[in-house]
């Protein structure tokens, strides 16, 4: 039983981001996203003309499924306190009103502009609910940006499905993003960039494809979670979840995934209300896999499928009983006694300061 690495047991994940708002991400960029079934995730800022502009049709992209997120206000840095507020918090409150879900927004600070506040952008991030893609502590390895664009000596559409093939091989997240879909700023040609989806697209069965928020959301959850099992019966198991995100930006379902014994063909989950939880199988790495959604909360789950106990029985050793608690509860009349039955001096000097804090509360009450 485990977290798969990407939802849905995909080995890779890729977000497609745009930044500054342009138009020919209205245009051309949506429409061809559409058409493909990706998802795109869309930096803009909403203090700018362009965004005010489109705004109905930011709001219908987030009706298909896309996802908008914090490039500030205008696109420019703050030089106070009281600039960097409003070109990062009223970014986020508009976006907000936009799109209320999800909650956790990224937060890009734009390229070529200059940040003096003196509050760090820790300070926003907290108070915004953001996540920092500039942070040096968000940079990983398993993160692939991938600037395209064609004024660049080193992109081509071969470098890039390289680039992305080589990205699922190491269970990456791919990062491609673009600026203007034709002539302007940092540009690729139409039709390139429909040659770059139409190479995502042709991965799908690898690739987990959604907005910036949610991949990040799912790693770390991933990464803060645990998850354990025990042998119910022969044909069920207990399954305990543990996450230590914080419930009210994280919310991105995780993918459980156990191994079915062999000729078991399906399994069936059950939630920790009761409730039936959908299941899917297939076959990983030459063995069948059942695999199932779950919020990134603390809870118990149950996973029924023949001879699943049977065979984790005989792959793990099982938990024995907890037994009583382990605290102890004695009287405070108890207490001369077990003093006297204390040999080592460590303990001695533990029940000594129990004595005295129990002759306190005697003398007080």
């Given amino acids: 039983m485990r977290i798969c690495r990407w939802y849905g047991g995909k080995r890779a994940a ?55 997120d914090d490039h500030s206000l205008n696109h420019r840095g703050a030089e106070t306190d009281e600039e960097a507020e409003r070109q990062i918090g ?128 799912y790693e770390r959850e991933r990464d803060s979670a645990a998850v354990f099992t025990r042998a119910l019966d022969d044909d069920s198991l207990a399954v305990w979840l543990g996450c230590g995100t914080d419930p009210k930006l994280y919310s991105q379902p995780l993918t459980l995934e156990a191994d079915l014994p062999s000729g078991t063909a399906s399994a069936s989950a059950i939630g920790p209300d009761g409730s039936t939880i959908a299941c899917e199988t297939a076959i990983e790495g030459g063995r069948r896999v059942v695999r199932f959604d779950v919020a990134p909360r603390e809870a118990r789950y149950e996973l029924h499928a023949a001879g699943i106990g049977t065979a984790y029985r005989k792959s793990k050793p099982q938990p024995t009983a907890p037994g009583p608690h382990p605290y102890l509860f004695f009287a405070s009349d108890q207490i001369p006694g077990l003093l006297e039955k204390v040999s080592d001096p460590t303990a001695k000097v533990m029940w000594e300061a129990v004595k005295r804090t129990a002759d306190r509360l005697r003398e007080r009450d």
Wanted: charged share 25%; net charge negative.
């Fill in 90 to 217: 009223e970014a986020a409150r508009i976006i907000r009103d936009v799109q209320p879900e999800p909650e956790l927004l990224v937060f890009q600070r734009g390229g070529a502009t200059q940040w003096l506040q003196r509050k760090p952008f820790e300070f926003f991030e907290a108070k915004y609910g953001l996540h920092d893609l500039d942070a040096p502590g968000n940079q990983n390895r398993s993160h692939r940006p991938m600037s395209c664009c064609e004024e660049y000596d080193w992109f081509s559409i071969p470098a890039f499905a390289e680039q992305l093939d080589r990205a699922i091989a190491d269970g990456a997240w791919a990062q491609p993003y673009f600026h203007s879909i034709g002539p302007g700023t940092l540009p690729v040609s139409p039709e390139s960039f429909e040659a770059i989806l139409d190479i995502v697209q042709s991965r799908a069965a690898d690739l987990w494809c959604a907005g910036m928020s949610r991949v990040h959301q």
């Fill in 14 to 68: 890729i977000s497609i981001r745009f930044d500054d708002s342009d138009q020919t991400h209205i245009d051309l960029a949506i429409p061809m996203l559409n058409e493909r079934g990706l998802a795109g995730t869309f930096l803009v800022s909403p203090g700018e003309p362009e965004f005010k502009r489109n705004e109905a049709a930011w709001r219908a992209a987030v009706q298909q499924g896309h996802e908008l």
